[in-house]
């Protein structure tokens, strides 16, 4: 079957001021759609293409009729040109959706059992720097073709449950070593038992990825932490950044400054503002005997988990601290805050009350 996409006119691809690229075109329609360990669905589809493989964050989708939240939607993406599509798990409160983890697109499909109209789509973009997509040189599994022509089922894969998956087919084949090491007729494999214990600890470790830094630190451009991993300071550290570079916590940051020895985070050079701490869609974080100064925003939490500031300075910022968005079912603690010299606001909430 082949199917004819239309232009959909008026849908209009907006962007944040932070966007990283440029939408090139945008397809409606309807195809089967099939997602690893579902049913197959006929879902109806709009598509956006863009010019370049942009990181994206959250998204706001609006509909001719409002969503409620209660929708059934699938976002699905890929790097490659061809094939590859792979689940972009979310949250969201009605028209807004925010992936619980950036995702890095050259497409993007918006799918649903139900035709959704689909008039505007603002993409709210990010830094977090991408995996070199080397899959895309390989054919897409069950990609099939015929004269030229994509076949009528879309497939997409979900990583989150290819590797619990491969955790329970591990642990399953583990148990089966160890009951045949346990068998008297049969020769011990402890040796197999052993490997697949550590792979098993291998999976699960990688969501535990922990950093420790000390001392003085030249930060010449983005210090991403990503999604799973914790980054901690040692107390007495001391950061310079470079004008317009930042810090950018998906994972969990703890600065752990103590009354002797506080954490500093400042420009490398007078005058030059860099950009701030910047929490997007984070894990629990902590800041202890800190002080930040000459920064854009000192401290902005984007979305996610604001995080505990104990003894935090925030001195001669253009804004002090800004919590834009963050966990309806979270808390945050300020203790001892202190924001001085900072040239517009500084301590604000911007989200909903």
Not at 90 to 111: G, V
Not at 254 to 269: A, C, H, V, W
Request: charged share 25%.
């Amino acid at each position: 079957m082949v199917f004819k996409y239309s232009i959909l006119l008026l849908l209009l691809l907006q962007y944040t001021r932070e966007s990283l690229g440029l939408f090139l075109r945008v397809e409606t329609g309807h195809q089967n759609i099939a997602i690893d360990g579902r049913d197959v669905y006929y879902g109806h589809y709009t598509k956006i293409h863009f010019h370049n493989v942009t990181c994206i964050d959250a998204l706001d989708i609006h509909c001719l009729k409002e969503l409620t939240g209660a929708e059934e939607i699938d976002l699905l993406y890929t790097e490659c040109q061809k094939g590859h599509w792979k689940v972009a798990h979310y949250t969201n409160a009605k028209h807004h959706f925010r992936l619980k983890e950036p995702i890095h697109a050259l497409r993007l499909l918006i799918s649903s059992r139900r035709e959704l109209s689909v008039i505007d789509a603002q993409v709210q973009s990010c830094s977090y720097p991408p995996a070199p997509p080397s899959e895309c040189h390989r054919a897409a599994r069950n990609h099939n073709h015929r004269h030229g022509k994509s076949g009528s089922i879309l497939r997409a894969v979900d990583p989150y449950s290819q590797l619990e998956a491969e955790m329970e087919a591990e642990i399953e084949a583990g148990a089966r070593a160890l009951a045949r090491a346990l068998t008297p007729s049969t020769p011990p494999v402890t040796t197999r038992s052993r490997r697949v214990r550590r792979d098993v600890e291998d999976i699960t470790k990688q969501d535990q990825d922990v950093q420790v830094m000390h001392g003085d630190q030249e930060i010449t451009e983005d210090k991403v932490v990503p999604v799973g991993s914790q980054l901690d300071v040692a107390a007495g550290s001391k950061w310079k950044f470079r004008k317009g570079v930042g810090l950018v916590v998906y994972g969990s940051l703890n600065l752990k400054g103590n009354t002797n020895q506080p954490i500093i985070f400042e420009p490398s050079t007078k005058n030059a503002r860099w950009r701030g701490i910047e929490f997007r869609n984070s894990s629990e974080s902590s800041l202890t005997h800190v002080n930040i100064t000459g920064a854009d925003v000192a401290v902005s939490v984007k979305s996610g988990t604001s995080p505990d500031m104990d003894h935090v300075v925030v001195d001669g910022n253009v804004y002090g601290v800004q919590i834009s968005d963050m966990d309806s079912s979270s808390t945050t603690h300020l203790k001892s805050v202190v924001s001085v010299n900072n040239e517009k606001t500084g301590i604000e909430y911007l989200g909903k009350v």
